[in-house]
């Protein structure tokens, strides 16, 4: 299952170049992750105000290939999608468009740990159904 988050790059969040300042790439990665989980997950993720909580992840590895800039006033597609899954890890792609044309990809380890901790911890089946989209 691949998810689809759009955002429109806005001025500030570009440097004297004219193009978005590379910090900002995995901002938005985190911003279009955060947006899966909350539409795949609510119920299980703890920053999403469940009052039970099963499921946590955390960043292991982020890795950015970058290929073309993006720049004021582009609309971006970002489209998330898991590429592997462990026993208590998952890799997920995050792959940046414009139009189609593709501007970057960043590769990330997550790691699910038990909700409140850092402990890693399986992934949950009914994680793995959602963001496989079964």
Known sequence: ??????????????DMQGVVFNAHYLAYCDDALTAWMAAALPEAVPYFGS????????????????????RFGDVVDLD???????TTSFDVRVRGTVDGDERFFADFVQVSVTP????????PDHVKAALSGG
């Not at 409140?116 to 399986?122: F, L, M, R, Y």
């Open 80 to 86: 998330c999608s898991v590429v592997r899954w462990g």
């Open 1 to 14: 299952m691949t998810h689809r988050h759009t955002l429109r790059v806005r001025y500030g969040e570009c």
């Open 116 to 123: 409140g901790t850092n402990i890693p911890a399986a992934v």
């Open 51 to 70: 009052p039970s909580p099963t499921f946590d992840y955390m960043v292991k590895k982020a890795e950015l290939t970058w290929t073309a800039p993006f």
